[in-house]
Each structure stands twice: as structure tokens, then as C-alpha cells.
């Protein structure tokens, strides 16, 4: 079975205090990893699309890594704008309809 | 600007009410789906749909169904409300299946007592 484990569960952080979120994954075959961002209230917002161990993908103060068995994200002298929770997910390469599997998110809160 | 509209942002029903859910996607994606969300256990998927008239159970559709007679909208349907479905409710549509980039609604929070 397909499974995302994301830690921690949650991560308090001062402005500045650079960190990194965990996505451990179980899959037959991984046809891609994706992060996303959701706030409070709102729905998630696509972030990165990672397909291959080594890969690399960046975007402001967050960087995205991907090896065989997990991926990282990566935030970077954090702002209190950088707060909420982090979503994993995967499309494992036997997935009916291409569809994914989340892990159950990292809330993120950066104090000032 | 993409676009996903979810009809009710929070709705209070009784148990045993029938509950419609509606979303509407002003991108002409052809994939749809429904997830749910819930503290600790992620986003489930509960039905997607690849096309109009076309729906797949997803990995919790046990008390679900939906419709999907247009392209650009994808109902969700809760025949008799329970309490264990009260939870947020996400729609999200895509245009491309090689990739993973779902657009999201705000999500309706429903809440059955």
C-alpha cells in the first residue's frame, strides 16, 4: 500500500531560524512528488513537481529535494509569511486516474 | 486567473439530511476531484472524476456519491448525513495528468449534528 509519513507534525520557528520538513514515502513506483502550501481556511496551493532522485526545485526561501525514499523541503531564514502547513504528496506509477496520496502535512509557524 | 469555486464555504446540517455540495472550475480542466480533510489524517480522496458523465471511486467513497454532468461542474452528494462526515470538504480540478498540479477550492466546512 502507498503510504506518505510527513514530520514533524508540527514546527515552531523563529524569523530567520532556517529548518527542513521531512516526506518519507513508501511506493511501488514513484511517478512524482509534489509540495504543497495550504493557510488556514484555504485550500492547498501547488508548489513543486519533483520526478527524480537528485532533483532539485526552488522558490523564494524554499528549496525542494527529492532521493529515493523521501523528500525534503527546505525554508531558509524564514518570514512570519511562511507560515502554514506543508503538504507531500505522490503519484505512484500504478495510481488509477493518476491520482495522489498526501501525507498528513507539517504546520509551519515563524514568529517574529 | 484559475479558479475554483466551492458553493458553501461552512454548512450545518442534521443527521440524516441530504447534503449537495457543488464546485465549479472556470478553466476547462477535464479532471475533477473530491477529497476530505480531517486533523491527522491528510487529504482523502472520496471520487474523481476524469470526465463529463465519467466518476471513479477514490479511497473512501462509503457513503458518496457525485455527478458530473458538465464539464466545469463536479457535485458531491451525501445521501443521509452521519457525523463522521462532518469534516472540511476540498474540490480540485487539473488540466494535465502528467502533472501533479491540482487547483484547489477554499474548501467547505460541513458540520452534521
Known amino acids: 500500500e502507498d503510504q506518505v509519513t510527513q514530520s514533524p507534525e508540527a514546527l515552531r520557528l523563529q524569523e530567520g531560524e532556517s529548518s527542513s520538513l521531512n516526506c518519507s514515502y513508501t511506493?511501488?513506483?514513484?511517478?512524482?512528488l509534489f509540495w504543497y502550501r495550504q493557510d488556514p481556511g484555504k485550500g492547498p496551493e501547488f508548489l513543486f513537481t519533483?520526478?527524480?532522485a537528485g532533483e532539485e526545485k526552488e522558490k523564494e526561501r524554499l528549496k525542494a529535494t527529492l532521493t529515493k525514499k523521501e523528500s525534503f523541503l527546505h525554508i531558509t531564514a524564514p518570514k512570519p509569511e511562511d507560515s502554514a502547513t506543508y503538504l507531500c504528496?505522490?503519484?505512484?506509477?500504478?495510481?488509477?486516474?493518476?491520482?495522489?496520496?498526501f501525507g498528513g502535512g507539517t504546520r509551519v509557524l515563524v514568529k517574529p | 486567473d484559475v479558479k475554483v469555486t466551492q458553493s458553501s464555504r461552512y454548512l450545518v446540517k442534521r443527521t440524516g439530511e441530504k447534503v449537495f455540495l457543488e464546485c465549479v472550475q472556470d478553466?476547462?480542466?477535464?479532471?475533477m476531484f473530491w477529497y476530505r480533510q480531517d486533523p491527522g489524517l491528510g487529504l482523502r480522496l472520496i471520487y474523481f472524476?476524469?470526465?463529463?458523465?465519467?466518476?471513479e471511486k477514490g479511497d473512501i467513497p462509503e457513503g458518496y456519491s457525485v455527478s458530473r454532468e458538465k464539464k466545469e461542474r463536479f457535485s458531491l452528494i451525501l445521501e443521509s448525513a452521519s457525523t463522521n462526515q462532518t469534516s472540511m470538504y476540498l474540490c480540485?480540478?487539473?488540466?494535465?495528468?502528467?502533472?501533479?498540479?491540482?487547483?484547489f477550492g477554499e474548501g467547505s466546512r460541513l458540520t452534521v449534528l
Open positions: 480540485a480540478s487539473r488540466t494535465d495528468p502528467s502533472t501533479g498540479e491540482l487547483f
Open positions: 511506493v511501488s513506483g514513484l511517478r512524482g
Open positions: 519533483l520526478y527524480s
Open positions: 504528496a505522490v503519484r505512484p506509477i500504478k495510481a488509477a486516474g493518476n491520482k495522489l496520496t
Open positions: 478553466m476547462d480542466h477535464e479532471n
Open positions: 472524476s476524469y470526465d463529463v458523465k465519467m466518476k
